[in-house]
């Protein structure tokens, strides 16, 4: 039972951190290898976990939200206006959260800028992150241990995986620096 415990702590805990943190999937598939944990286990501590961690990082970004300058808040407010029209984003966001390469903590941190609603994203998140780490942990099952430690290593070590961790850094200042009013359509 403690083992589970361990998982959960470590997973929600990554999924805390802004930026530069592993892979919640391969710790998930790191488990599956490491321990003879229930696979349905792995997968639904990940998925809360990870989801819980998330949903906190959004809420505590938000908090910066009201430090910046009114320019600013009001191009988030224009992003955030537009995103939020018609009534696909649910589905948009769960299809983002499946199929999107990007780290989901800064997607995390621009939500929580943008002040959106964080419970659909979280649950959208929740059902992506769910197919992806059932792809994974029942993927690890066929790796041997050497290869997956190596995998895990090289995702944080990474020189592509730390660009991409940049652009999306890079990608949350423009965010602020776009004057979304007058570049999204009406």
Not at 150 to 166: E, F, H, M, R, Y
Request: proline share 4%; hydrophobic share 50%; aromatic share 14%.
């Amino acid at each position: 039972m403690g083992q589970y415990f361990v998982l959960a702590g470590l997973v929600f805990g990554i999924n805390l951190l802004p930026a530069f943190a592993p892979p919640t999937w391969a710790i998930l598939a790191f488990y599956k290898i490491n321990s003879n944990l229930d696979t349905t286990a792995i997968i639904a501590i990940g998925v809360i976990a990870a989801s819980s961690g998330r949903y906190l990082l959004a809420r505590a970004t938000r908090l910066f939200r009201y430090k910046l300058k009114r320019e600013y808040v009001d191009n988030l407010e224009s992003v955030r206006n537009y995103l939020s029209r018609g009534g696909r984003s649910w589905f948009l966001y769960f299809l983002f959260f499946v199929l999107a390469p990007l780290p989901s903590a800064q997607v995390f941190e621009a939500v929580g800028l943008l002040d959106a609603r964080l419970l659909p994203i979280t649950v959208a998140f929740a059902f992506g992150r769910g197919i992806s780490y059932t792809i994974s942990v029942l993927g690890a099952s066929t790796l041997k241990e050497h290869a997956m430690s190596n995998l895990v290593l090289d995702t944080i070590k990474s020189p592509w995986g730390i660009a991409i961790q940049l652009l999306c850094i890079v990608g949350i200042y423009f965010l602020f620096k776009v004057d979304w009013s007058k570049r999204l359509p009406k």
